[in-house]
């Protein structure tokens, strides 16, 4: 004789599912996939001024002090231009950004700088978007906050929108 | 006024539904007597007229796709004038709402056969069955109506519309939905006879032979959906493969794998009055997939390269529809299911026993699958993100597909009931002899992965066993539907032999080359000829103009694009195919490099096409046994006819009436 316990068993299984489907709907469904570079500490480089007014960039301009934003951008990128106003904002709310310029030339940078504002203490020229790979950015704009030990705490995607800014000065704040 | 029709349709259709929903449960009352409830009669015509208005339904959307009314929010959110005629019309389902109504349009189509054709069925069971049918249905018109309504009208009319995905801009959009969705459907049949047959306790061999041509019809069309659909994915993607263990894939293959299980076990119920319990489980279980399907796509609870524009609350909606139909189905087989009085045993040699074991292995490749597909939704409930792919689908699913196969290629040598291993000596000594033949065969020219190696030696065994039941029979009295088995059989030995030869033999070639240049895969020696600008009309592209030489002889060409759409912008990858009879070559163009040479991608895939051939054959064999079951049917009512015709004479004549035959 069939035991009828086992006639409940789809139903409970069932009842699982649906449980927790039910449960994931109520959940924000988050498509962000955090980079494996979050926590780890910045790869050792050193690059040359991309232009003549500001220094280069290299590791060691990223231990001490307090923690730093690293915006990866270029002169020929058009959401570039977009972002600038939301840089010029963080860097008046107290924000230093470090800037590495992809693949870009002196003259180029400088007239970027001129037309939009500089936010930048420091800007490396990657030629090769040596340093770009090794940080794991795959595109420009990017922006990284990097803490006063050099290591990688955030790193935001595409061009910073205005109301991005509270967001990445709270990210700044968090790794203090 | 188009839209308001169609609107109207609906509406009207989902009143009916509650009338086929009231009349089919009446029914199930009052029948204490023996007498039909007279409230019962309105579900047939119920079901009948609102198939027609679901069908209307459907067709005034078409029309509106058809000439693009840009006053309709789902015709400018997803079609466009400019597009060629036939990518308008097909459109149609290439979106949420669209869909949907198709899905519910074949839905009440299916009900309304159903209730117009079927007449063997005693009334209560009928009745019943319509019933479920009926609430089934109002729950989607519920869904479309409430939550997803095609016929939405904008305030103030669209000048342009969006545009189609390019990925669906494809004559595959053509033909993979609407079958899949016939087929997911088809099943709902299924599942309101199994529940109608539960409810009056009517779970017999004369219930089997009503469910069977369902179940079998929409099985063909499954088979032939998924078959159309892994086509259009292998060569629309651009990737080369031809199953991806996608989640959309699983929600069509999951009730595939139930329906093959019913349709053999509904078999085994038809022929010998056994396995009663397991056939109303499985029937309710097809549906049930089809219905779980449609939520994973349509929720975004997972994610998946198919998935639709996804909203939470359509996810919460169907959810709740899931719990109602499937929660509600598994109550009352909990109830019922015990009282159902067991059915004819047997041994565990015998065709039922190899069905049984099949059917389990069937079952358990189910639970696979369903495992792979959901595992992702558990783990991110604890906020671990995993992707399951083809290394667990690959080896899980193998290990009961490989035992499935081997009896697979044994069960239908054996005779109902009881039969001796010792009968089949000779068949199981050839078959055994195939098998161990081949894979020593290919093991000695090479390496190869296990699993292609096994799936090779077991495509010859099975191909061979597949043509073992008509041996010694005389071909022309061989019944249709066994007929219908072999080919069915033999399809899925030429599949597996295609998926073999692909996952063992096929050759790969990515190289970087600038036009002039030549490279080897296989056989063949590809040169890039040109790359050159074209343009169709609403896109353009860069084309690679490939030759392709095999020994001497004339090139062929191939022409593989790098498509970017304008409305709305995307870029596609198509692909360009050599086919030949033993195999395809598949070119894909890359991107340029920064010093001119271009990126070029070529399989030689031998047999690749044989997968597909299979599909087509075993979907095939499936049409031959729906055609000879109906056609005893048939034969056997008109004799039953003939037989009550002759007693009725003799009786009027005032001889003695001989005892019907049945």
Avoid at chain 1, 38 to 58: E, R, S, V
Wanted: aromatic share 10%.
């Amino acid at each position: 004789m069939r035991s009828s316990v086992w006639l409940w068993v789809p139903l409970a299984l069932f009842a699982f599912f649906a449980g927790l489907a039910a449960y994931m709907l109520t959940q924000e469904k988050d498509q962000f996939v955090e980079s494996t570079m979050i926590g780890q500490p910045l790869p050792d480089f050193a690059l040359k001024p991309a232009f003549a007014d500001l220094p280069g960039a290299g590791r060691g301009d990223f231990v001490g002090g307090g923690p730093r934003l690293l915006n990866i951008w270029a002169s020929w990128c058009l959401p570039c231009i977009a972002e600038a106003p939301q840089l010029e904002a963080l860097q008046d709310a107290g924000a230093e950004i470090v800037g590495i310029a992809i693949r870009d030339r002196p003259e180029d940078v400088a007239a970027f700088l001129a037309r939009h504002g500089n936010p930048y203490v420091r800007i490396g020229a990657d030629d090769i978007s040596e340093v770009q790979l090794a940080i794991g950015s795959s595109g420009v704009p990017e922006t990284f906050v990097i803490d006063a030990e050099g290591v990688i705490r955030y790193q935001h995607i595409g061009d910073i929108r205005a109301d991005d800014v509270p967001m990445l000065l709270d990210q700044l704040e968090k790794a203090r | 006024m188009i839209a308001e029709i169609g609107l109207a349709c609906l509406w009207l259709a989902a009143a009916l539904a509650v009338l086929q929903m009231v009349s089919g449960a009446m029914a199930l009352r009052g029948a204490a007597d023996g007498a039909i409830n007279p409230m019962a009669i309105y579900a047939r015509p119920a079901a009948v007229v609102q198939a027609g208005l679901a069908v209307l339904a459907f067709a005034m959307l078409l029309w509106a796709f058809a000439i693009t009314d840009l006053s309709i929010k789902l015709v400018a959110t997803n079609s466009h004038s400019m597009k060629p005629l036939i990518y308008k019309l097909t459109g149609t389902w290439g979106n949420h709402e669209g869909s949907m109504l198709l899905w519910v349009g074949v839905l009440a189509l299916s009900g309304g056969l159903l209730a117009g054709f079927e007449r063997r069925l005693p009334e209560r069971t009928m009745g019943a069955a319509l019933g479920v049918q009926g609430f089934v249905a109002l729950g989607f018109y519920a869904f479309l109506l409430f939550s997803s309504n095609p016929f939405e009208r904008l305030p103030v009319p669209a000048v342009e519309g969006v545009g189609l995905n390019p990925l669906l801009q494809d004559i595959g959009l053509a033909i993979h939905p609407p079958t899949l969705y016939a087929g997911y459907v088809g099943l709902s049949v299924a599942f309101s006879l199994a529940m109608g047959a539960l409810l009056t306790r009517e779970v017999n061999p004369a219930f089997a032979r009503v469910m069977r041509p369902w179940v079998l019809g929409a099985w063909v069309l499954l088979t032939l959906g998924i078959t159309a659909g892994s086509y259009w994915a292998y060569y629309e993607l651009g990737w080369g493969g031809w199953w991806f263990w996608d989640p959309v894939e699983n929600a069509s293959l999951m009730p595939w794998l139930a329906a093959t299980a019913l349709m053999h076990s509904v078999s085994v119920l038809a022929a010998r009055d056994a396995l009663r319990t397991w056939t109303i489980m499985l029937g309710v279980l097809a549906f049930s997939m089809s219905m779980l399907g449609t939520f994973l796509v349509r929720s975004g609870v997972l994610t998946s390269v198919h998935a639709f524009a996804v909203d939470p609350e359509r996810g919460a909606f169907i959810l709740a529809l899931l719990g109602l139909y499937i929660g509600g189905a598994f109550a009352i087989f909990a109830l019922r299911a015990g009282a159902v009085a067991e059915g004819q045993r047997f041994a565990v040699t015998s065709r039922e026993g190899a069905l049984v074991f099949n059917n389990v292995m069937l079952s358990a490749i189910l639970a696979i699958v369903l495992m792979g597909t959901l595992y992702p939704l558990l783990t991110e409930a604890f906020d671990v993100r995993v992707s399951v792919g083809p290394p667990y689908f690959n080896p899980a699913s193998a290990i009961f597909a490989v035992p499935m196969f081997v009896v697979m290629a044994i069960g239908p040598l054996l005779r109902w009931k009881a039969d001796t291993p010792a009968r089949v000596q000779f068949e199981l000594t050839l078959v055994a002899a195939v098998l161990i033949a081949v894979i020593a065969l290919v093991s000695f020219f090479g390496q190869f992965p296990l699993l292609p190696l096994l799936g090779l030696g077991l495509a010859a065994a099975l191909a061979v066993a597949a043509l073992l039941p008509l041996r010694g029979r005389r071909l022309a009295r061989v019944p249709t539907a066994t007929w219908g088995m072999v080919l069915a059989h033999f399809g899925v030995a030429v599949s597996l032999f295609g998926m073999a030869c692909e996952g063992a033999f096929t050759q790969e070639r990515l190289a970087a080359i600038a036009p002039g240049a030549t490279e080897d895969v296989g056989d063949f020696a590809v040169t890039l000829e040109s790359v050159t600008p074209v343009a169709g009309p609403n896109w353009t592209a860069i084309e690679a103009r490939l030759a392709v030489r095999q020994g001497g002889g004339e090139p062929a060409i191939l022409t593989p694009q790098a498509r970017n759409f304008w409305s709305p912008p995307q870029a596609t990858s198509e692909s360009a195919l050599l086919t030949r009879w033993n195999g395809q070559l598949y070119a894909v163009i890359g991107n340029q490099n920064e010093d001119g040479r271009w990126q070029i991608r070529v399989w030689w895939k031998p047999f690749v096409t044989f997968i597909w051939y299979g599909g087509m054959l075993i979907a095939l064999g499936g049409l031959l046994a729906i055609a000879g079951r109906v056609r005893v049917d048939v034969r056997r009512r008109k004799a039953a006819r003939l037989g009550r015709a002759r007693r009725a004479d003799l009786a009027a004549l005032g001889g003695a009436a001989p005892a019907p035959a049945e």
